[in-house]
C-alpha cells in the first residue's frame, strides 16, 4: 500500500489551491486524485469571465483561473492522477483508487474532500418515462455547449427557482 501524508480528492479549483497551500507550509507527500482527464473541475466549462478578480486582481474566464492553478501544480510538482476516481474511504484514511492502473490502496494522514457539488439529473431525481427527454441541467446543457460544440436545441426554456431579497 502506498503511502502519502495528504490525499486530495477532486482536483478542481478547490483541491489544487489546496495542494498549493499545503505545499507551501512544507507538507509535500501530497497526492491530488481527479477522475476526468484533466484538473480544472467545473472551471473547464466555464467559458464565460469574471473569474479571479478577488484572488488575481483581474477578470479571468474559468478555464485561465483553473489554468493559474494547474501551473502552480505544475511548477511545484506535485502529483497528481486523472481519469482516476476515489471510490472509498475507510475509517483508518485508506483511499480506494480506481484507475487504468487497476485498484490502488493509498494509507493517508488525511484525507481532503474537494469533490464539488453536483447536479441531480432527472435520473436521479426520479422522474419516470420519456416525456422529460430534452430536459438537461444547467451543468450538462453547459458542458454540451461549450466542451463539445453541440447545442441542446433552438427552443429553450429555463426554469430555476425564484430565489428571495
Ligand atoms: C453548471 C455550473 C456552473 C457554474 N458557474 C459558476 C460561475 O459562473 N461562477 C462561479 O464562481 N461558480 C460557478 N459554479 C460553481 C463552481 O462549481 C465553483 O465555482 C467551483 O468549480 C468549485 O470548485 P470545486 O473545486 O469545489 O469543485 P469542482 O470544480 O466541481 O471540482 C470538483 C472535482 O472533483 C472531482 N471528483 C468528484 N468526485 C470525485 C471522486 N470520487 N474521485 C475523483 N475525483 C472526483 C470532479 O471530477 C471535479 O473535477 C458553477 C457550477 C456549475 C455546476
Known amino acids: 500500500m502506498k503511502k502519502v501524508d495528504v490525499l486530495i480528492v477532486g482536483g ?9 497551500e499545503l505545499y507551501r507550509k512544507n507538507i509535500k507527500n501530497i497526492l491530488i486524485v481527479e477522475r476526468e482527464n484533466h484538473l480544472g473541475g467545473i472551471l473547464k466549462q466555464c467559458i464565460h469571465d469574471g473569474f479571479g478578480l478577488t ?17 502552480q501544480v505544475e511548477e511545484l510538482q506535485i502529483p497528481y492522477l486523472t481519469d482516476a476516481a476515489v ?12 484507475s487504468r492502473n487497476g485498484l490502488e ?3 493517508a494522514k ?3 474532500l474537494t469533490m464539488g457539488c453536483r447536479e441531480r ?10 416525456r422529460p427527454a430534452g430536459v438537461f441541467t444547467a451543468g450538462v446543457a453547459q458542458s454540451y ?3 463539445h460544440n453541440t447545442m441542446v436545441g433552438k427552443e429553450v426554456v429555463i426554469l430555476a427557482p425564484a430565489t428571495s431579497g
Open 55 to 71: 484572488r488575481f486582481g483581474e477578470t479571468l474566464s474559468g478555464p485561465e483561473y483553473a489554468k493559474r492553478f494547474i501551473d
Open 105 to 107: 490502496k493509498y494509507q
Open 87 to 98: 471510490t472509498g474511504i475507510s475509517g483508518d484514511k485508506v483511499v480506494t483508487v480506481v
Open 121 to 130: 439529473t432527472r435520473g436521479a431525481l426520479g422522474i419516470p418515462g420519456e
Open 12 to 20: 478542481g479549483p478547490a483541491g489544487l489551491a489546496a495542494a498549493v
Open 110 to 112: 488525511a484525507v481532503i
Open 145 to 147: 455547449i461549450n466542451l
